[in-house]
């Protein structure tokens, strides 16, 4: 409410008939109207410009045959069809479930973990600075650097792992990319999940901890029954923009095994970038990437749905 | 950000450009700058100088040269197509032109090089021909070219007890590698310092791999394994430059991957899944982690910068046909179709392309080989100096072993194809076999 909805609002004594009144002003009528249209606007007009419009685009490019040099021709469903019947686009998508799969739970758990050391343990803001540190590094360089320390033959950690006395380890062969280009967003992403669950658990009055604890509940117990089912809407946030990010997963793959060895790390993203800019295929890529959209789209929903995020555990509070 | 602002100012400039050219004759007026980019930081220095000689000998242009990694310059520079902001002459490829050519986004210099009566026999014989297209016109002037030779670790090769002229004269065949794998193994090392040709070898525990291994090579090879197949009676194609049919399935070629691929099986070279969790051939080599490597000439000098090694070259062992085999490839310089300023544009092409850059300048870094035959030779005398005997890529050359690059359209599809069966097996996840399919996947593209 503004004041100048309050200004306006008609001043009867109780317990007298309102005299009918002229229709309120315009501007009543509008109310907040035209201030949350001013402060959406910058928003909005980014939105339109830069997601709505290209998704619009994007969505007409999936129907034509275009290699951005030359003007697109329209095709139909053809791209569609083809997709269907596209082993790469399958085994991307296997791929990229494969990576969502283990950086979620990777990533949450950890996140969770810290989260509750920071909340019981500390109020140190230069440890909470210390845990958001590889977020703050970027992409790219997090997966070199790492990508260096993992080498097989030159890499510090192997260096660490033959000293051990077990064998050197290819982290970045066949079998082990996946989960190790998960190991590292996690290690890049932990920081900031843990400080938006941290934001969750703050939220929570101390008053429930207190009541729990004289009801005589072990701290597992508590953790279980009133901090989890408390912080579901923070998680459910969490969880739906760190699916979404998993999903679009692509800088550490471009930097570091560029889809390899054979197909092992194609994730979606990744076969879509490469056939747009380095096989012109942007008419494909555009269908692929409009296919993309309704699963995420999808999943986000569910994801809602099934947890509720609208609504908090918390009344009367 | 300083390279931001440069982009930047090279914008306003361009756009500045385009407004000049609303007046007809505008290029002989006011100073015109000639917006240059190309990939290799190594290069830019010498360019830089030829630039600046540009400049001294008509001063009305100016060269502004911008560099961009191999890995984002094609996308950057698709992208300026696009948005209307490609480079006025950029460095091109032969995997990449054939493309640019057919979309229209680069100018065919065919007038200009009559108009000005360029002298195509300068250059060592064939480079020039890889600059014309399908289309029978000619896109590039060649500005260098480049072999493939075995460089190998001095000090490693002395322990081994192996002769540096043993590694002038070594042979191989598909059938048991000849004295190359025989080399190949008496360098490999376990780590209880049994060596490949020794009994008691531990395959599976190998301090020093006798042959370094960059990739699978997807359908390329250059430096992997196309001076084995094509000293084998080998070629990519039914013809070259733009093939119709490509011969990844040919038993000639089958047979020469499966014995390079048994070097890995050996423990001769690493697996797959080292070479992809390495950060490169190269550092690998200089942690003396490889004794020998196969190189193109390009990074010569990148291998005697690294510190704590020694190194030497050897040429590509003789094959089956009693030859050696080199790929011949090389660079030119593309004019983009969009050009503000095309007669600017090819001047610098030309000035590239001329002994005044390529012979007084390039040959003198010793970076690169430059085209121009006399400027070859120079070149050679300035890696001499440096400490460096390029003889065994240049030996290719006057022998007449080189073959040039394939020249193919959809080059990036057959790319996705071969990486993906190469790679499967280069790690033994597939059969050579798999090529059939392959091949015809590829020459369904041409279909």
Redesign the interface.
Known sequence: MTSDTVRAAPRTPPGTVPEPTPPPPLRRRLGDLPVAVLFVLPAAIGFALFYLWPAVRGAYLSLTRYNVLTPPRFIGLENYEKLFGDRLFWNALKVTAEYVVLNIVSQTVISMLLAVLLYRLTKSMVVRGIVLLPYLVANVVVALVWFWMLDFQLGVVNNVIEWLGFDRVAFFGSDLAIPTIAGINTWRHMGYTALLIFAGLQMIPPSVYEAAAIDGASEWRTFWRVTLPLLRPVMALVMVLSVIGSFQVFDTIAVTTSGGPINATRVIYFYIYDLAFNRFNFGYAAALSSVLFVLLAGIAYVQLRLSRAGESDLRGS | MKRCLAVAGAAVLLLSGCGAQEEPEQAAAGPVTIDYWLWDTAQQPQYQACADAFHKANPQYTVKITQYGWDDY??TL?TA??SGTAPDVFVGHLSRYP?LAA???ILPLDEYVTKDKVDLSIYQDGLADLWVAKDGKRYGLPKDFDTVAVIYNTDLLKKAGIKPEEMAELSWNPQDGGTYEKVIARLTVDKNGKRGDEPGFDKK?VATYGLGLNGSGAGFGQTEWSMYAMSNGWQYGDKNPWPTTFNYADPKFKETIKWFTSLIDKGYM?????V????GQI??YG?G?YAMVTEGSWNTKTYWNLKGVKSALAPTPIGPTGKRASLFNGLADNISATSDNPDAAWAWVKFLGSPACQEDIVAKEAIVFPAIKTATVKAEQAFKDAGIDVKPFTMHVEQGTTHLAPIAEHW??IT?TM??TM??IF?F?ADVNSLDQANATVNGLFG
């Open positions: 094609w996308n698709t197509f696009v493309e979309q229209g986004q525990n690493p697996t797959m899944d080292i992809s969790s390495g950060v550092d690998a942690a982690k990036a599809d996705a990486t993906e790679d499967a790690s996840k």
